[in-house]
């Protein structure tokens, strides 16, 4: 066994406080942790799951070598009785190493839609063999033409009275389905959402169960194509795939039926809501907030380690080159995202508890939080993923040119992460619904209705009002985070008041309420953006209050601290323009983010190690928890393909019959 890197162990004897206290705390509790342990040392210590460098393969190969594994997890989830959902993610994730894989969407949206939009009898019917993989499903809404606008999908399920079935045709080039992730190869059935005809009337979106490949041969079934399409920047796992169906009859008993149905005699029964057909979209959104902090954690645990242990250039003349994590300007990148990291956590985990809190109440027949949970996941979706995608890349380029090696592990993370923008809402679209939601609020709020929940700041408007910084004492207190909590208040309401102003002025002149929302779209989407940064920043400091161990309060009071500062320095025209800051104030914060970078700086190897990613799970030749970069790098490199000969057999082909011809 190679030592340890001395440089990684001095960082680790440095730290001020126990990283195993905070990593309880992440993970709920010390049981929490134990056990998330245990299911990841199931899966490090089996042999069936030991594998090849993903590297090295191919594409089919990668696609058959994570088949396998899904397979295999199937079984061996079955055989250790885990069947939480928690924790059958914490396997799935580690089997695959945090790559996305084929069976994907059968677990995250075919099983969640069953088991939120199936009625009692089609759950009898489809839960158990999907559960037990006879089934395997995905979740088929996107088509070549569609993604955002889902009002405009065109593939059609037309009721035949005289059969009770329901026909599926993608009448267009456009409407056939594509993206889903497993549909290419994997899946044998499909949800399939379609415009639902009766009775000669259409009644908008529904879903479908489509049996697309035969049960027995997996041949595609009569009327169906079906296929891969093709390499993507990342998903090498996934056979994100194309359908298109012609004239496809499916029993009336496939449409999923818990809330809208069509009577045998074709007669429509209306949903409660028609935005339940849109539920498994808001449970991928609330999860993704939580991918958000994983995904930076890990790019923050790689390149704050590699910093700790990779010297380079000269700090002071005569003296030793610095470990690259003492320079400010490395600091100044890393910490920031090492702060986002951590409030990211916080807001998946109240993501999550908000999720199936209000879930419960529509369950039991109350909907009327659905707007504010479609609001919250679609706002915080965009708002983490766009800053954690733009972290990932600011962490490989930390690490100088070994960041673009594959085997930093950051070119994965950034491919597999990057998606997320787009897929479940594309961002911008995700930032402009919350941001119609928060008109509405507005709107209420000035006449006078009381709201609750995230938006009830709205409520005290005239209190909220910002006053000109000359006829005040300054609002912000730069070292109190409960004041910096305030100001993101304060701006969020401004932000807000300015959007619905924008549309108000637009709609003076008399244009469209449609293009008065477009004309106002750069205002909208920064309201948005404001609220989710508010949101995020209150949580954060509500985190703390939580926290009784001294030492870790004092620490993550810091990274707190950090978090909003840096907010508001990447937002200062709008704290100043809002009256929130002074100009002086603006400097000060400076000095102060300097001041916390340096109390921030002996933890900083203590808080990625906190994350406790085993290196198995991380990945990476830099990241390593032993700190020896240099040693496996060489090794890795060793095994490149192209290294399998000393001499590579082009020389025989092409180099050496060249040299012979001039
Ligand atoms: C034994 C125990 C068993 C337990 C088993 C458990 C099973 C789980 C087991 C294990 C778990 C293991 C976990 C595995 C995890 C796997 C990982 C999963 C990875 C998933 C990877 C995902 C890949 C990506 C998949 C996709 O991308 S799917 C496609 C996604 N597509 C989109 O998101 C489309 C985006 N577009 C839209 O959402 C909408 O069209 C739009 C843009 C919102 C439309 O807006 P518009 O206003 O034009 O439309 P309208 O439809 O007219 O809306 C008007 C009003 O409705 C409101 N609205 C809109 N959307 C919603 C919503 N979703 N909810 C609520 N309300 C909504 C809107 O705000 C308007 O309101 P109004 O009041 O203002 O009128
Ligand atoms: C890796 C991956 C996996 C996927 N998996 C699945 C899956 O399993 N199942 C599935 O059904 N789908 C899946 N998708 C599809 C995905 O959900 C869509 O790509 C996504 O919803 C975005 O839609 P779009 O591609 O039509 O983008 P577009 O809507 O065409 O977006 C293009 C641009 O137009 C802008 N734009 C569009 N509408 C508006 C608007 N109203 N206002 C302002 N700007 C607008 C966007 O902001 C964006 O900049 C997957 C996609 C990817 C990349």
Partial sequence: LAAMNPDICRERENATFNTETLTNMLDGSAEKTRRRREIESLVINDPDFQHDDPNFMS????????????????????????????????????????????????????????????????????????????????????????????????????????TQEFVLNCPTVSSIKWWPGGLGKTSNHAIVLAQLYTLGKCHGLHAFIVPIRCMKTHQPLPGVTVGDIGPKFGFEEVDNGYLKLENVRIPRENMLMKYAQVEPDGSYLKPPSDKLTYGTMVFIRAMIVGESARALSKSCTIAIRYSAVRHQSELRPGEPEPQILDYQAQQYKLFPLLAAAYAFTFVG????????????????????????????????????????????????????????????GLPDIYVTFT?????????????????????K?????????????????????????????????????????????????????????????????????SISQEDAWNNSSIELVRASDAHCHYVVVELFAAKLSEISDTAVHSVLNTLALLYALHGITLNSGDFLQAGLLSVPQLSQITQRIKALLVEIRPNAVALVDSFDYNDEMLNSVL????????????????????????????????????????
């Avoid at 894989?101 to 199936?118: I, V």
């Avoid at 390593?624 to 082909?653: C, I, Q």
């Fill in 349 to 408: 985990q109240y993501m999550s508890d908000t999720y199936h809190r209000i879930t419960g109440h529509i369950n039991q027949g109350d909907f009327s939080q659905l707007p504010e949970l479609h609001a919250l996941a679609a706002g915080l979706k965009a708002f983490t993923t766009w800053t954690a995608n733009a972290g990932i890349e600011v962490c490989r380029m930390a690490c100088g040119g070994h960041g673009y090696l594959c085997c930093s």
């Fill in 623 to 662: 990241g390593r928890y032993d700190g020896n970069v240099y040693e496996s790098m060489f090794e890795w490199a060793k095994r490149s393909p192209l290294n399998r000969t000393e001499v590579h057999e082009s020389y025989y082909k092409y180099m050496k019959p060249l040299r012979s011809k001039l």
């Fill in 419 to 439: 998606p997320t923008c787009t897929y479940e809402g594309e961002n911008t679209v995700m930032m402009l619904q919350t941001a119609r939601f928060l008109v």
């Fill in 59 to 162: 594409r089919s190969e990668r696609y058959d070598a994570a088949v396998k594994k899904s397979s295999q997890m199937i079984m061996k989830l079955r055989d250790y009785g885990i069947s939480d959902p928690e924790e059958i993610y914490f396997y799935k994730r580690c089997v695959h190493r945090g790559f996305s894989e084929p069976l994907d969407l059968h677990l995250g949206m075919f099983l969640t839609t069953l088991l939120n939009q199936a009625s009692p009898t089609q759950l009898d019917t489809f839960f158990t063999p999907a559960w037990n993989l006879e089934i395997v499903g995905t979740y088929a809404q996107t088509e070549l033409g569609h993604g955002t606008h889902i009002r405009k999908l065109e593939t059609t399920a037309t009721y035949d009275p005289s």
């Fill in 441 to 509: 609020c507005y709107r209420q709020a000035r006449e006078g209705q009381q709201l609750s929940g995230t938006v009830s700041y709205l409520n005290e408007q005239q209190r909220l009002q910002p006053q000109p910084v000359s006829s005040r004492p300054t609002v912000v207190n730069i070292n109190d985070l409960a004041s910096l909590v305030e100001a993101y208040k304060l701006r969020a309401a401004k932000l807000v008041e300015v959007a619905a102003k924008s549309l108000q002025g637009e709609l003076q002149r």
